[in-house]
């Protein structure tokens, strides 16, 4: 009986899991990698554009901090739920902002709302599978919930890019009306998706609220989370290693879509949305998908201590494409989506190692929360590079930016060296 039960879990889990997953990205995309396209084709300046999205990607640096909460208020089933309709709201919203004087103000708030409800919704969402499916039903939706989600990222920085392009042109909409459309559209979906939720998500029995919360409680177990996770006698090497192994790709990921947007007399390449919008919707998300299988397979073959060395290359050496397109300007769209592809399967497989490393350290009674605490200062290590990465770039130009650049990837290999000594000496102990 109990095998036909996770049978009937696995069969019904085929009407709400996919959408489940689809929706966890779509916002994540929107806020994390269409932000940058969006507010540099609205005329905001490099520097503004680095600062503001950075700052951006605040609510997952600090959804570690409220993790506790959501696992203690209410079900996971209703937080999903909740979060949706903010959603809804944030979308709507998004689309109106593009016509008032204040947009910029406006959009950065409504941004930061749809942020902190992704974040929270990502808690949700994941807390739900668990619930929801057992042991063998989690392990046969693993890699299908993955491609849900990898699927809504194609969508939120590919496509949404493209309808926004495709509609300023044909509609004659302006910039502004592009984008109030490609937002329109995914109130579209949330529209559905809604009231869709409500009646496919099953009630888990295990999904009960908690009753006679202490908050107090809940605070004192972070404190003491945090305590245990920074007493440790190897912390340093270890948070070298996650704030700055990423050193040189958070400042890269806040200039590349404007130096792809900008005309070629300003020293960019003078892509249109639409030609953006397919390599970062199409080529760029399969290579880097590839990347990091092909980068998992190899950590598994070779162990992490001898698979950080050729990771720490791989992420970074591959930066070097950036120097050659801003020298060059290459005038092939296919030259530049090959150039990309190369960098952005590196990268995947380069971050492969870093996420292994997180989860190596974070092993011990604490193993969720060690997990959170690395995700939150893996965040923090985006948002304080990127934020000045737009004014380097105003202050030197692109080529001069991109040079820089690969001076700050000896950041990520001398943090790697840390992170070498690390794995080896706890593997030695053991």
Excluded: H
């Amino acid at each position: 009986m109990q095998m036909e039960g996770g049978q009937n879990r696995i069969k019904s889990a085929w009407g709400w899991l996919p959408q489940l997953y689809f929706i966890e990205g779509l916002p994540n995309a929107i806020v994390g990698s269409l932000s940058v396209t969006y507010y540099k084709s609205m005329g905001m300046g490099n520097a503004e554009v680095a600062m503001l999205t950075s700052l951006l990607y605040l609510p997952w640096m600090l959804k570690g901090f409220w993790g506790p909460l959501v696992d203690s208020i209410s079900t996971k089933r209703r937080w999903i739920l909740w979060c949706l309709a903010v959603f809804l709201f944030s979308f709507f919203s998004l689309a109106a902002v593009q016509f008032i004087s204040v947009w910029a103000i406006a959009s950065a708030v409504v941004f930061w709302i749809l942020g902190f409800a992704s974040a929270t919704y990502d808690i949700s969402a994941d807390g739900f599978y668990m619930l929801a499916l057992d042991e063998r039903g989690q392990s046969f939706f693993v890699g299908i919930r993955n491609a849900f989600y990898r699927a809504a990222v194609l969508f939120g920085q590919g496509a949404m890019v493209v309808v926004a392009g495709w509609s300023q042109n044909v509609f004659s909409a302006g910039v502004a009306g592009g984008w109030a459309v490609s937002f329109l559209l995914c109130a579209a979906i949330l529209s559905i998706c809604l009231p869709l939720f409500k009646f496919t998500l099953p009630k888990p029995y295990e999904d009960i609220a908690r009753t006679g919360a202490d908050i107090s409680e809940i605070l004192g177990n972070i404190k003491s989370a945090f305590r245990d996770f920074f007493v440790r006698r190897d912390i340093l090497p270890i948070l070298a290693f996650i704030l700055f192994y990423r050193f040189a790709e958070a400042q890269l990921i806040r200039v590349v879509q404007p130096f792809m947007l900008d005309p070629q007399v300003q020293g960019g390449l003078s892509l249109s949305l639409e030609e953006i919008g397919l390599i970062y919707g199409t080529v760029a998300p399969a290579v880097l998908l590839c990347g990091g299988i092909l980068g998992g397979i190899f950590i598994s073959g070779r162990g992490l201590e001898k698979s950080l060395w050729p990771m720490a290359a791989a992420i970074n050496l591959p930066n070097i494409i950036y120097v050659y397109m801003a020298t060059c300007i290459p005038d092939s769209n296919i030259l530049i989506t090959l150039l990309i592809a190369v960098e952005q399967f590196g990268y995947g497989f380069g971050f492969a190692g870093y996420m292994v490393f997180l989860i190596f350290v974070s092993k011990g009674r604490n193993k969720t929360s060690n997990y959170a605490i690395c995700t939150s200062l893996m965040a923090l290590g985006i948002i304080i590079p990127g934020m000045f990465s737009g004014k380097i770039q105003s202050l030197i130009g692109y080529s001069g930016f991109f040079i820089w650049i690969m001076f700050a990837t000896l950041v990520s290999f001398a943090v790697t060296a840390l992170a070498v000594r690390v794995v080896g000496s706890r593997k030695d102990a053991a």
